[in-house]
Structures are given as C-alpha cells and as structure tokens.
C-alpha cells in the first residue's frame, strides 16, 4: 500500500502498541514506527531508551521490516509528509479514543490532504491498555506479576532496573 507512519510517545512501548506495528507492518509496504515526544507529558524513560525498548520489543515478538525514528517539535503529519507517507496508522480504544483522534483527522486532513489516517482497533484483551496504566501499575507489592501481562518483557525488566536503582538512592521517579 505504501508508507506509513505509526507514532508515539510509546513511554512505555505496551503489548497494544506491538498488535498495532504488527498489523501496521501487514498491511503496508513499509511502516515506520516514530517516538515522539509530548510536552504535555513527563516521561518515564529518555527518548534513546524508548526508542531501545522498541527495538528490543519487536525482535521479542519477531516483528521485521519496521524502521523506528524519531520526531520531535513538528505536526505528526508534517513529520509524515517530509518524509514521503501516505498513510498514518492510529489505534483506536475507546469512544474517547475515537473522539480525540476524529477531531486530529480531520485537522490532519486540512494541513497534509494527501495522507490519509488508517484506524485500527486492537483486540479485547489489550483494548484497555495504555502506558499511562501501566506506569501507575508499577511500584506496590506485587506489580510485577500484573504488568507483565500488558509489556514486552525488556520493558518489565527495564523497570525493575528502575526500582533497583531507586532503591540504591538515586531519584529518578517512575
């Protein structure tokens, strides 16, 4: 079909965002997955470990042909046009999901009229899941047993990496 652009803060990269790369890399000739960043939001891990776990979370699932990169202080869909994508990928949760990402469409479609938006809806099972859950997930007895069912493994991993280091004092918050 063409370029595609999947795009993210992906803070941390979740079970959700691989069905959607997976599907994204299916149906396009070429997906490029790009981590931004969102000034709204303060962000657990740095953008180079981001875009680390991405990488190590696609090789987990054995997910190939997908570029990562990485965008920051421009319109996705300017991102998208400069560099040749016909096509946004966006996923699609929850009717507030929907009404968040109608509204972006339709301005999208304004400022780059040649890219159209694809919307995917992921299964039940990880419909729920975002990353801001799974952050607030971490920290009280037990979590790792509950996350773990919603990240690739290397992200588990890299948060216990940050509880450990917490502990041993440095201040470096989830």
């Known amino acids: 079909m063409g370029l595609a652009v999947y795009a993210g803060s992906?803070?941390?990269v979740t079970k959700g965002h691989l069905w959607m790369?997976?599907?994204g890399a299916a149906l396009?000739?070429?997906?490029?997955?790009?981590?931004?960043?969102?000034?709204e939001?303060?962000?657990?891990?740095?953008?180079?470990?981001r875009v680390a776990l991405l990488s190590e979370s696609m090789r987990e699932v054995d997910i190939a042909g997908v570029e990562i990169a990485t965008f920051d202080r421009r319109y996705l869909v300017q991102y998208a046009g400069s560099i040749g994508a016909r096509y946004m990928l966006r996923g699609i949760r929850s009717g507030a999901d929907y009404e968040y990402e109608r509204v972006m469409r339709h301005i999208n479609e304004d400022l780059c009229p040649q890219i159209t938006t694809v919307f995917l809806m992921p299964p039940r099972?990880?419909?729920?899941?975002?990353?801001?859950?799974?952050?607030?997930?971490?920290?009280?007895?037990?979590?790792?047993?509950?996350?773990?069912?919603?990240?690739?493994?290397?992200?588990?991993?890299?948060?216990?990496?940050?509880?450990?280091?917490?502990?041993?004092?440095?201040?470096?918050?989830f």
């Open 10 to 12: 992906f803070d941390p």
């Open 21 to 23: 790369i997976e599907q």
């Open 28 to 39: 396009f000739g070429r997906l490029i997955v790009a981590v931004g960043e969102n000034p």
């Open 41 to 49: 939001k303060k962000t657990t891990f740095s953008e180079a470990e």
């Open 125 to 173: 099972h990880i419909a729920e899941v975002s990353s801001s859950l799974v952050r607030g997930m971490v920290g009280p007895e037990g979590w790792e047993g509950t996350v773990e069912r919603f990240v690739p493994h290397c992200v588990l991993e890299a948060f216990r990496r940050r509880g450990s280091a917490m502990d041993q004092g440095e201040r470096r918050p």
